[in-house]
């Protein structure tokens, strides 16, 4: 144990400069995908026969393929459409367009969670229907949706793990040069996990505070993802 606990603190710079990307993904592709998500649940839930469309596939394409696919694709495949993005981009887009369609789906089942009384008596005081949606309806959404939302910053810090295989210096890609170094891929991914494990913890506990300071009493949602 006690050879572990030095192996640590040795690697620990190294490991917290990779955490400092991980969380900088995390960051971004959290950003980028909450407004992806907006609109395509907007769209969704409001839109024309287009627009719905379109967000449903942008929502399933994303949905229903591996990050992993997605990362490759953009990375690899658009060089050969005469697009060559850095890793660092390629990681963003991929992160964002993969959490945005996950935000779509928590931020519609708010937005149909709240009443067409609201829609209703926004436009009986004379709104229009997309300032109805802007100032009554969508600002009691994101609080409904924070409980389930809540779930995707944590997914999508752990999914920031793939961007190693395409050489994004982020906490993986830390762990795997450390492993080469020392040859001790034991305590290395080991003491990866324990970092992983602290940063979710402190995130968790955020995302908790943020959800019980936004709770309105008998005003909630249900769902969660596992």
């Known amino acids: 144990m006690s050879d572990f606990f030095s192996f640590f603190l040795r690697f620990l710079p190294d490991l917290m400069r990779g955490a400092g990307m991980t969380v900088l993904l995390t960051i971004e592709g959290l950003s980028a995908g909450f407004v992806l998500g ?34 490759f694709l953009i990375y690899y495949g658009l060089p050969g459409l005469g697009i060559t993005l ?39 005081i004379g709104l229009s229907r997309w300032k109805t949606i802007w100032h009554v309806i969508l600002p009691q959404a994101l609080r409904l949706a924070i409980p389930a939302w809540s779930n995707e910053p944590v997914s999508l810090l752990k999914s920031t793990a793939v ?49 019980s300071s936004t709770r309105i009493p008998g005003f909630e949602m249900e769902g969660k993802k596992a």
């Open 86 to 124: 850095s890793r660092e981009l390629s990681a963003f887009l991929a992160l964002g367009l993969n959490s945005g369609a996950y935000q779509a789906e928590y931020l519609r089942g708010s937005l149909l969670a709240i009443g067409e009384g609201q829609m209703m008596a926004g436009r009986a």
């Open 163 to 211: 961007v190693f295989l395409i050489a994004v210096p982020e906490l993986m890609a830390k762990a795997k040069a450390i492993a080469a170094k020392t040859y001790d891929p034991i305590a290395s991914y080991l003491a990866v996990a324990i970092v992983y494990l602290a940063m979710v913890y402190l995130l968790d506990l955020v995302l908790r505070w943020m959800e």
């Open 38 to 71: 907006l609109l395509a649940a907007l769209a969704r839930t409001y839109g024309g026969k287009f627009w719905r469309g379109l967000a449903v596939g942008y929502i399933e394409l994303f949905r229903g393929t591996p990050l992993l696919v997605q990362l």
